[in-house]
């Protein structure tokens, strides 16, 4: 019998357990010792489903931030046509520069979960101290609170992403693991009891497992 090699990743342990399960079933002289391992499959089968879930609400959830993120993009360049058209679309005017020392896109184009929110948050700071200027005042009450909400909403898509993104982890990096470990014991164990079974014929023993490895067939010679 064949143990699988350290790279087997945990998708390929459940069709040779379900092999191994169903054929000491099917033997009236190994009936029931199957049931060890046939528990750990379930659990095995229904992590990876959970796996699969959880990696298709990471995509969902990435995509929502993505959308959170365009929107707030589309109000920073509102703001910054307001604002060119302010300083008659002089970039090298100091107000324009207060908001924008290196452009639009070193906003816009920045990472979205951290970059991005820190760097509005600084232009929102700025929007406060210029709430009661006179050229930028109406500009800034226009156009701060829309900024503010669509950054709140893209920090909260990017907390929900992140807390997928840690239940994902924990999956792949604890919970998988400590499954693989023990299906490799059931597994073991249910060969030491079949061989007890067949101790006569301890041949018979690798008729209940399939390799986990395809084994290259042996070339003819010619005689």
Known sequence: MEMPPED???EAYLPRSAYSIARVAADPKTAGLELALAAIHVDFKKILRDREDHEEEVEKRSAVL?????ELDEDIGGFELG???LVTKNRGDARYRRYFPEGLRQVTTAE???EEPELVGD???SMTEDMNDPELGSLVATWAPKISNSRSKVLAASENLALTEKELALLND???PALMAAWRTEYKKLEGQLTAVYASNPKMV???FKPFRKRSKA???DR
């Not at 993505?66 to 365009?70: E, G, P």
Request: hydrophobic residues 30%.
């Open 8 to 10: 087997t990743p945990p």
């Open 66 to 70: 993505d959308a959170r993120d365009n």
């Open 83 to 85: 604002l060119l058209a």
């Open 112 to 114: 979205p979960r951290k």
């Open 123 to 125: 232009m929102l700071d």
């Open 174 to 176: 604890k919970r998988i």
């Open 206 to 208: 690798d008729r209940f």
């Open 219 to 221: 070339k003819k010679t």
